[in-house]
């Protein structure tokens, strides 16, 4: 199975600011990778699918980018709204789906 | 408008067999490319994949669990169920049913597009 880890786990930031969130997998997965935004107490969200393709309905602040084993969302411009936890997730292995740890975002 | 809605015991003993319902509408899990899957949230922890059944009746299962689950669908009603036996309170969490979506570009992707709200399920004797 493919292993993924998030960095940072954790980290707070300033409205305005650009934040940057990274996941790396255990072995090659082209770009077979997905972010998801979950606010406290509320299902996941889809916000990039493929690496970098952006999914409708999401703002434009939100970017994915990466291939084989290094990938990275990007938040443009932290807004209020944007708090809370983000997961990676892979779809090479498909079937079979793994998720990373998360990495919480909070306002500093 | 896609849905899915889970349902089930907020509360199981130990040793005791989970039986979940997810019941969905906007799509048919007898559409090509369409799948349901569940994934569980331990409070405070990561989210976790457990099985999976596609419109053709494949299923698919956590390797780690797979002994434990099993997952099945009846399309007249919209509805995937998921078991999970011998449970233990190690598997407290909020349990989540979702839609997977399947797309071909220069390669198939399958995304999980629709989520349920979640239901917790607490094991305590």
């Known amino acids: 199975d493919i292993h993924l880890t998030q960095s940072p786990s954790s980290l707070s930031a300033s409205v305005g600011d650009r934040v940057t969130i990274s996941c790396r997998a255990s072995r090659s997965m082209s770009n077979y990778l997905n972010w998801y935004q979950q606010k406290p107490g509320r299902a996941p969200k889809l916000l990039i699918h493929?690496?970098?393709s952006l999914q409708s309905g999401v703002p434009s602040r939100f970017s994915g980018s990466g291939s084989g084993t290094e990938f990275t969302l990007t938040i443009s411009s932290l807004q209020p709204e944007d708090l809370g936890t983000y997961y990676c997730q892979q779809s090479f292995s498909t079937p079979i789906f793994t998720f990373g740890p998360g990495t919480k975002v909070d306002l500093k | 408008q896609v849905t899915l809605r889970e349902s089930g015991p907020a509360l199981v003993k130990p040793t005791q067999t989970l039986t979940l319902t997810c019941t969905f509408s906007g799509f048919s899990l007898n559409t090509g490319g369409m799948c349901v899957t569940w994934i569980r949230q331990p409070p405070g922890k990561a989210l976790e994949w457990l099985a999976r059944i596609d419109w053709d009746d494949d299923k698919y299962y956590n390797t780690s669990l797979k002994s434990r689950l099993t997952i099945s669908k009846d399309t007249s009603r919209n509805q995937v169920a998921l078991t999970m036996t011998n449970m233990d309170p190690v598997d407290t969490a909020t349990y989540y049913c979702a839609r997977i979506n399947r797309y071909e570009s220069s390669g198939y992707y399958a995304i999980i597009d629709y989520w349920g709200q979640g239901t917790l399920v607490t094991v305590s004797s």
């Open positions: 493929a690496a970098s």
